[in-house]
């Protein structure tokens, strides 16, 4: 009878679509059934015994033979993971799962146990458990960005704030000191020209990285000297390194260096670096620009002897809203996107920035990598025969925007150099002036009251052919949008406000 059980047993386990398997009170394995040769490639006599365990792979193979023997001594159910060799080689994880055997009588018989192929709910749960590293670090990468997002609308009003009060502070000098004491005026106007500086370019920074960033920067390419840019940089960045008192020293080759890219964009990213060398440098301290050939290349040097930077914001620095440590004493960091507009500028010029520091107090050193013109000779532009914002005579100006304080002023500032102003402030009002006034240049703001400044160019341009009218974009829409459809109207050039007045005599001059 007994040995007719067991080949009922046997009959059934080779046909069951698990691994099943049989002991006796030993320990030996005395049964496989079909489906483990089948997985395993094992041989019927190879797998009896303890030669079952052969077919684990051998990382696992010490640990499930601990549970097998523990669980055997103890007489207990047990159950155990590990990789088991397929027939071709490879290896699939399984679950073991057995329990022990008894006679009636209560007597130890061995174990019974079933190995199934548990292989893709691994892989599922791998997957799961990568999932959830990666929801987790982008949470936390959310947090930070989150933080950092915070922390630069603090400080834009913070920088925002801190020129505003000393310019709110001029006009009520000026107003109170302009006619009992003149003589202070230049200096109240020269310190309201300097933050009024301030605020431009954290203006100018935050609309360049916005372009940047959705890849509507154009740049405008052309056969520039490395030593005109380096100088324009040192020029823009003069004022605050004499303030700070540091010593700035500049090392360029010898030789000529050219480059073909964007002349105001490569200054915009040499300023950048040395400003913030001069921010995060004490006073007093060392700013040195150097640069030399490499190959195909020229790098760039701007090191400096100040604060330095911790180890783990080194790899960061370049990331939007990324500052160093602020204080209240010396919150002058800017907003954290100086470094970032240097990279994806830089990038777009076809090349590479780096930065290292060894640490706090151990100063800094940013190195850029731009390729070099294909070939290094260029003819420079030939140079005016007439001085800077010389005129030959004055101008027909013509002045049009609605913002009255904006366009008064500028008509006083051209007025001063000795041209013809006409000042209004529609749309309909410019095209009657230009029909008695014949204006020779055009200052155009273009959101007018009642027709746009893109129709009041266009309709200059048909009623005046042929007559050398010059007609000047002057608004606060800097967008390429905008830019390409003033082209289209009519428009000569377009000028984002505010203007520098060099850039205006320059156009008067010509």
């Known amino acids: 009878m007994l040995r007719e059980s067991e080949q009922?047993?046997?009959?059934?386990?080779?046909?069951?679509?698990?691994?099943?398997?049989?002991?006796?009170?030993?320990?030996?394995?005395?049964?496989?059934n079909r489906r483990w040769h089948e997985f395993t490639g094992q041989?019927?006599?190879?797998?009896?015994?303890?030669?079952?365990?052969d077919a684990i792979h051998p990382d696992d193979r010490a640990a499930a033979e601990?549970?097998?023997?523990?669980?055997?001594?103890?007489?207990?159910?047990?159950?155990?993971?590990?990789?088991?060799?397929?027939?071709?080689?490879?290896?699939?994880?399984?679950?073991?799962?057995?329990?022990?055997?008894?006679?009636?009588?209560?007597?130890?018989?061995?174990?019974?146990?079933?190995?199934?192929?548990?292989?893709?709910?691994?892989?599922?749960?791998?997957?799961?458990?990568?999932?959830?590293?990666?929801?987790?670090?982008?949470?936390?990468?959310?947090?930070?960005?989150?933080?950092?997002?915070?922390?630069?609308?603090?400080?834009?009003?913070?920088?925002?704030?801190?020129?505003?009060?000393?310019?709110?502070?001029?006009?009520?000098?000026?107003?109170?000191?302009?006619?009992?004491?003149?003589?202070?005026?230049?200096d109240v106007l020269s310190m309201m020209e300097r933050q009024l500086a301030h605020m431009v370019r954290l203006v100018d920074d935050l609309m360049d990285i916005a372009r940047v960033s959705r890849g509507k920067v154009e740049l405008r390419q052309e056969?520039?000297?490395?030593?005109?840019?380096?100088?324009?940089?040192v020029e823009a960045c003069r004022p605050l390194l004499?303030?700070?008192?540091?010593?700035?020293?500049?090392?360029?080759?010898?030789?000529?260096?050219w480059l073909d890219g964007d002349p105001t964009r490569l200054a915009q990213v040499l300023s950048n670096v040395m400003n913030n060398a001069a921010k995060y440098t004490p006073t007093g301290g060392r700013v040195a620009v150097r640069a030399q050939p490499v190959?195909?290349?020229?790098?760039?040097?701007?090191?400096?002897?100040?604060?330095?930077?911790?180890?783990?914001?080194?790899?960061?620095?370049?990331?939007?809203?990324?500052?160093?440590?602020?204080?209240?004493?010396?919150?002058?960091?800017?907003?954290?996107?100086?470094?970032?507009?240097?990279?994806?500028?830089?990038?777009?010029?076809?090349?590479?920035?780096?930065?290292?520091?060894?640490g706090p107090g151990q100063g800094t050193t940013v190195r850029i990598t731009l390729p070099l013109a294909v070939q290094e000779e260029a003819l420079l532009p030939a140079a005016s025969t007439a001085p800077d914002g010389a005129v030959d005579g004055g101008r027909r100006v013509l002045v049009v925007d609605d913002n009255v304080d904006a366009a008064d002023s500028l008509g006083m500032l051209l007025a001063g150099g000795g041209h013809e102003i006409r000042v209004v402030h529609t749309g309909r009002a410019a095209l009657e002036a230009a029909a008695s006034f014949r204006p020779q240049l055009v200052f155009l703001d273009i959101g007018l009251p009642d027709l746009s400044g893109y129709d009041v160019a266009a309709t200059l341009r048909r009623d005046h052919p042929g007559s050398g009218l010059r007609i000047v974009a002057l608004t606060g829409w800097g967008n390429q949008q905008a830019r390409d459809r003033s082209?289209?109207?009519?428009?000569?050039l377009h000028l984002t406000k505010p203007v520098a007045m060099d850039v205006l005599h320059r156009l008067l001059s010509e």
């Not at 010029?349 to 290292?356: A, E, Q, T």
């Not at 082209?487 to 000569?492: C, K, L, N, T, V």
Request: hydrophobic share 40%; aromatic share 6%.
């Open 43 to 53: 041989p019927p006599h190879a797998a009896l015994g303890l030669g079952w365990l």
């Open 295 to 358: 190959g195909g290349t020229v790098v760039i040097e701007v090191q400096d002897n100040g604060e330095g930077i911790r180890k783990e914001l080194v790899g960061q620095v370049f990331d939007l809203f990324v500052q160093g440590p602020q204080t209240i004493a010396a919150a002058q960091g800017g907003l954290g996107i100086g470094l970032s507009l240097v990279r994806k500028l830089v990038e777009l010029h076809g090349g590479v920035v780096d930065l290292h520091s060894a």
């Open 8 to 32: 009922r047993f046997r009959n059934m386990a080779d046909h069951a679509p698990v691994m099943m398997w049989v002991t006796d009170a030993s320990g030996a394995c005395t049964y496989l």
């Open 242 to 257: 004499e303030r700070a008192r540091h010593h700035l020293s500049v090392e360029l080759p010898a030789q000529p260096l």
């Open 223 to 233: 056969r520039v000297a490395l030593a005109a840019v380096v100088q324009s940089a």
């Open 487 to 492: 082209a289209e109207s009519g428009f000569d």
């Open 66 to 186: 601990a549970s097998f023997l523990v669980a055997d001594a103890r007489r207990v159910p047990f159950e155990t993971e590990y990789r088991l060799r397929r027939c071709d080689g490879s290896h699939r994880w399984v679950i073991d799962a057995a329990a022990p055997r008894f006679t009636d009588a209560g007597d130890y018989l061995g174990y019974v146990g079933s190995v199934i192929d548990i292989a893709e709910r691994k892989e599922a749960e791998q997957l799961l458990r990568e999932l959830n590293r990666q929801l987790a670090r982008r949470v936390a990468e959310a947090g930070e960005q989150d933080s950092r997002k915070n922390e630069f609308l603090a400080t834009l009003a913070h920088e925002l704030r801190n020129p505003l009060a000393p310019l709110r502070n001029g006009v009520e000098l000026i107003r109170r000191l302009g006619s009992t004491h003149p003589q202070r005026t230049p």
